[in-house]
């Protein structure tokens, strides 16, 4: 019923910038919480970064000042803007929404199907 579909990832130097995508799609009634997950090789997914839909935003450590997390709600997307990458960013970063489909009371958990960053010299 929902589809997320990431962007953006590639092959970057260190200290380069990226910019992904997650567009939502289908029989969607309303968008709460958008995040972003990377998971490096051989590691668990870990929320990096997060923003409600009224624009509040939150994000790790490891990733503050330089990582910045916006959304669309008009287009249903949001973005990860990285800059200062560093090589222990290299992962494969899905996209989590919290979606409330048309007809359900209940919000669903979404993922997309990841995209790869490689962050190397």
């Known amino acids: 019923q929902v589809q997320l579909v990431e962007s953006g990832g590639g092959w970057v130097q260190p200290g380069g910038s990226l910019r992904l995508s997650c567009a939502a799609s289908?029989?969607?009634?309303?968008?709460?919480?958008m995040g972003w997950y990377p998971q490096p090789p051989g590691k668990h997914r870990e929320l990096v970064a997060a923003?409600?839909?009224?624009?509040?935003?939150n994000y790790a450590d490891s990733v503050k000042g330089r990582f910045t997390i916006t959304r669309d709600n008009a287009k249903n997307t949001v973005y990860l803007k990285m800059n200062s990458l560093k090589t222990e960013d290299t992962a494969v970063y899905y996209c989590?929404?919290?979606?409330?489909?048309?007809?359900?009371?209940?919000?669903?958990?979404?993922w997309g199907q990841g995209t790869q960053v490689t962050v190397s010299a």
């Open positions: 989590n929404a919290e979606v409330r489909v048309v007809g359900s009371a209940f919000p669903l958990g979404c």
């Open positions: 923003i409600t839909r009224g624009g509040s935003t």
């Open positions: 289908g029989r969607i009634f309303s968008i709460n919480l």
